[in-house]
């Protein structure tokens, strides 16, 4: 009788620690730095268009274009960032890869020279052909071949035009290393 009150009375601590590691183990990391949320986003189509101070320059979005203005904020020593951006929409898909089929192009503003990237039309790509045995199929985002990256410059807006439907999807990418040399 002594021992299973003595394995009862040790259970309460171990369970205690075990669960207590386990939150600890799964608490999301604290926001800091680029971690946290700091470009500025605005989505314009050509029914709710309003004309933005950082973007007057750019074109008006067609009808079935969504305009997309990316503000970055300034950041000390921008010339160590970089910023990443991917197009494509989020869909069920089953255990094939799949793509999407768009071209990303660069324009520019005439008379201004400013630099702005439109996606005329995305249609349903390339998968892989693999026989799925599970009939569950999961939400993941497909995307049109290839990513866009920039340099960081907080000086102007980065503008998209993309169908609807279509999504914009960024991260922001920091050095963090220093050069190496070869002599």
């Not at 933005?52 to 503000?71: C, R, Y």
């Not at 201004?112 to 390339?126: C, K, M, R």
């Not at 993309?162 to 040399?181: C, H, I, M, N």
Request: charged share 20%.
């Amino acid at each position: 009788m002594k021992l299973t009150h003595l394995l009862n009375a040790a259970m309460v601590p171990l369970t205690f620690a075990l669960l207590s590691f386990n939150a600890a183990a799964v608490s999301p990391p604290n926001q800091t730095g680029l971690n946290a949320p700091m470009i500025s986003v605005m989505s314009f189509t050509s029914k709710n268009y309003t004309q933005q101070e950082v973007s007057k320059m750019f074109p008006a979005p067609s009808a079935g274009m969504v305009q997309h203005i990316l503000t970055l904020p300034k950041l000390e020593n921008e010339e160590n960032y970089m910023l990443e951006v991917q197009i494509g929409q989020t869909q069920l898909i089953d255990c094939n890869k799949h793509g999407l089929n768009g071209e990303l192009k660069e324009h520019s503003v005439q008379g201004w020279g400013y630099n702005y990237y439109q996606v005329d039309e995305v249609s349903q790509g390339p998968s892989t052909m693999m026989a799925c045995f599970e009939l569950a199929k999961k939400e993941a985002f497909v995307r049109i071949p290839g990513e866009l990256k920039m340099r960081y410059d907080s000086r102007l807006p980065k503008v998209f035009y993309l169908p609807e439907g279509t999504e914009l999807r960024f991260r922001t990418w920091k050095v963090d290393s220093a050069y190496q040399y070869a002599k």
